[in-house]
């Protein structure tokens, strides 16, 4: 039997599902006969620990990043990394931590090992980032936007791959009338719903605001996400009403979706942006109707849908796109729903994004 090829996943924490449930897949869906993956984190805490755990791959705990300060003793440190990475003889390593963080890529580079990230948002706020780059074999990028804006010099290095989800999880949700934890909706009912956390990048507000110019007691709204953030809060003094739900976070997701006509993520081009949503992605594969605003990550999502998007912090423009949508009758919105999911099934899916791991890994081993 060929050796395999010993991969090491670092990520900080699996404090939520996130990118630790991107990690997880990979893991999962990787053919063992020809990799064998490691996972290391900062600690054991987090909700979803316990379901890494269930993978049954070697986990190590270990501060493969370290802060810069004090000075005078980083080389120290960073050697104390490459000898972590040098002890398990690990052929490639593949981050997923979110910072700009350039001692792991130096370490794994003192070590001899290719050295890979994935670029998971659209900050680019310090030189760090093009130091953690430029030590970088190969970068992965989520979304077309990012090779242009971060990466245009460094061509050579940029694999694109979007994340991919199990299609099979999904499928066209029949129109339902009853979330599970009894919210209901009437058969005349035109029901929105938005799923994020409620931080002010999301844009809640601009979709909330649509809502009150079309000013139709049919139109219902839910915001399902975590609402303890001081954003979500004056939104919900603002904006909550019989017509306006806000849920709280939720695990029962599809729940929500069998109850929309209409999912809408309505993010801001300020601040932290997508990097590539899952939520939208979701809600197409659910056979809904999906609109977004114009920004990086969403564009690529809609790509052949661009009636579908509007221009980000344009109240007027959701307000139109709402309104197209609530024209269309029960025919024709099933016929766009189901266009999206052929879309999102086509390109959206796990057994895509493992493939595409999968070719670079074996091109940076036999490189």
Same mark, same amino acid.
């Given at each position: 039997?060929?050796?395999?090829?010993?991969?090491?996943?670092?990520?900080?924490?699996?404090?939520?599902?996130?990118?630790?449930?991107?990690?997880?897949?990979?893991?999962?869906?990787?053919?063992?006969?020809?990799?064998?993956?490691?996972?290391?984190?900062?600690?054991?805490?987090?909700?979803?620990?316990?379901?890494?755990?269930?993978?049954?791959?070697?986990?190590?705990?270990?501060?493969?990043?370290?802060?810069?300060?004090?000075?005078?003793?980083?080389?120290?440190?960073?050697?104390?990394?490459?000898?972590?990475?040098?002890?398990?003889?690990?052929?490639?390593?593949?981050?997923?931590?979110?910072?700009?963080?350039?001692?792991?890529?130096?370490?794994? /580079?003192?070590?001899?090992?290719?050295?890979?990230?994935?670029?998971?948002?659209?900050?680019?706020?310090?030189?760090?980032?093009?130091?953690?780059?430029?030590?970088? /074999?190969?970068?992965?990028?989520?979304?077309?936007?990012?090779?242009?804006?971060?990466?245009?010099?460094?061509? $050579?290095?940029?694999?694109?791959?979007?994340?991919?989800?199990?299609?099979?999880?999904?499928?066209?949700?029949?129109?339902?009338?009853?979330?599970?934890?009894?919210? /209901?909706?009437?058969?005349?009912?035109?029901?929105?719903?938005?799923?994020?956390?409620?931080?002010?990048?999301?844009?809640?507000?601009?979709?909330?605001?649509?809502?009150?110019?079309?000013?139709?007691?049919?139109?219902?709204?839910?915001?399902?996400?975590?609402?303890?953030?001081?954003?979500?809060?004056?939104?919900?003094?603002?904006?909550?009403? !019989?017509?306006?739900?806000?849920?709280?976070?939720?695990?029962?997701?599809?729940?929500?979706?069998?109850?929309?006509?209409?999912?809408?993520?309505?993010?801001?081009? $300020?601040?932290?942006?997508?990097?590539?949503?899952?939520?939208?992605?979701?809600?197409?594969?659910?056979?809904?109707?999906?609109?977004?605003?114009?920004?990086?990550?969403?564009?690529?999502?809609?790509?052949?849908?661009?009636?579908?998007?509007?221009?980000? !912090?344009?109240?007027?423009?959701?307000?139109? !796109?709402?309104?197209?949508?609530?024209?269309?009758?029960?025919?024709?919105?099933? $016929?766009?729903?189901?266009?999206?999911?052929?879309?999102?099934?086509?390109?959206?899916?796990?057994? /895509?994004?493992?493939?595409?791991? $999968?070719?670079?890994?074996?091109?940076?081993?036999?490189?």
């Amino acid at each position: 039997m060929a050796k395999r090829i010993k991969l090491l996943y670092t990520i900080p924490n699996f404090d939520t599902a996130g990118s630790g449930k991107v990690v997880y897949d990979l893991v999962k869906h990787i053919d063992k006969t020809k990799f064998e993956p490691h996972i290391c984190c900062m600690h054991t805490r987090g909700d979803y620990f316990k379901t890494i755990e269930n993978l049954g791959v070697p986990i190590h705990i270990f501060p493969f990043a370290v802060n810069y300060r004090p000075f005078y003793s980083l080389s120290f440190r960073i050697w104390k990394i490459r000898q972590f990475f040098k002890k398990y003889q690990f052929d490639i390593i593949h981050s997923w931590h979110w910072s700009s963080d350039f001692t792991e890529p130096l370490a794994a /580079k003192l070590a001899g090992i290719p050295f890979v990230y994935t670029k998971k948002a659209m900050g680019w706020g310090n030189k760090a980032w093009r130091w953690r780059s430029q030590l970088s /074999k190969a970068i992965v990028t989520i979304n077309k936007d990012m090779e242009t804006q971060f990466f245009s010099e460094m061509k $050579e290095k940029v694999n694109p791959i979007p994340i991919g989800l199990k299609v099979s999880d999904f499928g066209i949700l029949e129109k339902t009338y009853k979330a599970q934890d009894e919210y /209901k909706v009437k058969p005349n009912d035109f029901v929105v719903v938005s799923i994020a956390n409620l931080v002010a990048v999301k844009g809640i507000e601009i979709l909330l605001e649509a809502a009150k110019q079309i000013n139709i007691s049919k139109l219902k709204i839910f915001i399902v996400g975590d609402d303890t953030s001081d954003y979500a809060v004056n939104l919900r003094k603002e904006y909550e009403s !019989n017509q306006v739900i806000f849920t709280g976070k939720r695990q029962n997701i599809k729940s929500y979706l069998a109850l929309a006509d209409v999912f809408v993520i309505p993010t801001k081009d $300020e601040g932290r942006k997508e990097g590539q949503p899952i939520a939208p992605i979701e809600a197409m594969l659910s056979g809904r109707v999906v609109l977004g605003s114009k920004i990086s990550g969403i564009k690529d999502i809609l790509q052949p849908f661009q009636d579908c998007l509007f221009q980000p !912090n344009s109240v007027e423009d959701l307000k139109r !796109n709402l309104e197209m949508v609530m024209q269309m009758d029960v025919n024709q919105r099933a $016929e766009l729903a189901k266009e999206m999911f052929k879309f999102a099934s086509n390109h959206y899916t796990i057994e /895509k994004s493992t493939a595409l791991h $999968e070719t670079l890994y074996l091109n940076l081993y036999r490189n």
